[in-house]
């Protein structure tokens, strides 16, 4: 019996120092330098290469918000690496509605331009900044923020990620978009089912970053 409740207690115990380190890791570790696809047997300097975003700057500018990110997803060397980028470009007006990385926080740059900056915590207390040119804000992991241009130029802002795949959720998709029940969420926005329609159609296609 004793030996019985030993063997629960020290099972409990390792459970909990699992579940424990799990919440406090980032992505996992590897055990080598980095990580090569089954086809490429040796590395080379491509493996490390990152071309997707090239020209990024050169292009017109864009109309609408538009971001272009170098995740596990663009960039497969990332994996096991723990980091991934975004280029975020705001024309005048533009922005990028409240959302939550769940796998990584959040290093803003910015680049061109003012930013106002958003970030909710989990004790629902409201943080903005208008940032400038060169400043920087750290959108801690799973909470929700946003970014938005109020300046009269474009804006350009860089962020990094502590995950190669910080993953999105977009908190306007996620409720109106995904097909939760419209009663549920007239009853959550303590409001009518019509005006939970009206969000709903006015969502464009779920976004896809
Ligand atoms: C960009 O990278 C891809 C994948 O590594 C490569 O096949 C392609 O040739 C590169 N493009 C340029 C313009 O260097």
Request: glycine share 8%.
């Amino acid at each position: 019996m004793a030996s019985l409740l030993k063997l629960f207690f020290s099972i409990l115990a390792t459970t909990l120092l699992a579940t424990s380190q799990l919440a406090n890791s980032g992505d996992p570790d590897i055990l080598s330098d980095f990580i090569l696809p089954p086809d490429l047997p040796e590395p080379d300097e491509h493996f490390f290469t990152f071309n997707g975003t090239r020209g990024i700057f050169d292009a017109t500018r864009p109309t609408s918000f538009k971001i272009a990110k170098a995740s596990l997803a663009e960039f497969p060397s990332l994996e096991g690496q723990s980091v991934s980028y975004a280029v975020l470009q705001f024309p005048a007006g533009a922005a990028n509605p409240p959302h939550i990385h769940p796998r990584a926080s959040e290093l803003l740059l910015v680049a061109r331009g003012v930013l106002e900056v958003g970030l909710v915590d989990s004790a629902n207390r409201l943080y903005t900044q208008t940032l400038q040119s060169g400043d920087m804000f750290v959108f801690p992991k799973g909470l929700v923020h946003y970014q938005s241009n109020v300046g009269r130029n474009t804006a350009v802002a860089f962020s990094a990620f502590g995950s190669a795949s910080a993953g999105t959720v977009s908190l306007p998709t996620a409720l109106f978009g995904s097909g939760i029940d419209d009663d549920v969420l007239a009853k959550g926005f303590k409001t009518d089912e019509d005006t939970v329609r009206g969000l709903e159609a006015g969502l464009a296609p779920p976004m896809k970053y």
